[in-house]
């Protein structure tokens, strides 16, 4: 792959990244303003995963988001998204502010072929502290345990490394 390819697939990733944030953030907002947080995580369970489906079809990648510390056990990392994980975690504990975080990417090459695989770190909002965060209400704790009984992604503080976006595109 020249720099050139490698540089036009990175502007297009981007872009597919920048589509599923906008898009489920807008969906968020919306479902904040019209019945708080608990009407929020039904946006995250059920919406998420159709934006990341709607954005997989229209582009033939694999779209998604990971965490180190999962709410959906569907979104767990793999090997390689991991490694990228605790890297963004290492350098905002070196001082990096998460959203000037650097995207990752790298053709990964195993027995399924040849992959590229980019990863883009996702901040914590302000606004994400209801559903994330350490003071949780009751009524949302309520309904994450029912949606996420094994929930890991609480505690976080605004400015964290919350996960991350990925895609995968076989070459």
Not at 8 to 37: D, H, K, N, W, Y
Not at 59 to 68: A, C, F, N, Q, Y
Request: overall charge negative; some cysteine.
């Amino acid at each position: 792959m020249t720099d050139e390819e490698l540089q036009e697939r990175i502007a297009e990733t981007r872009a597919a990244i920048e589509q599923f944030a906008s898009t489920l953030q807008g969906e968020l907002v919306a479902a904040m303003e019209e019945g708080g947080p608990t009407q929020a995580i039904e946006v995250c369970n059920e919406r998420a995963p159709e934006i990341a489906d709607d954005i997989a079809a229209d582009t033939g990648w694999e779209v998604g988001r990971t965490s180190l510390k999962i709410r959906n056990p569907d979104n767990s990392p793999d090997e390689w998204e991991r490694i990228q994980l605790e890297h963004f975690e290492s350098q905002h504990a070196d001082g990096i502010p998460a959203n000037e975080l650097a995207p990752r990417h790298e053709v990964v090459e195993d027995e399924d072929g040849a992959r590229f695989r980019f990863m883009s770190a996702i901040p914590t909002g302000g606004a994400c502290l209801a559903c994330h965060g350490t003071d949780i209400d009751r009524d949302v704790k309520h309904a994450l345990e029912r949606l996420y009984p094994d929930d890991q992604a609480t505690g976080y503080s605004e400015g964290e490394v919350r996960g991350a976006f990925t895609i995968t595109q076989e070459m």
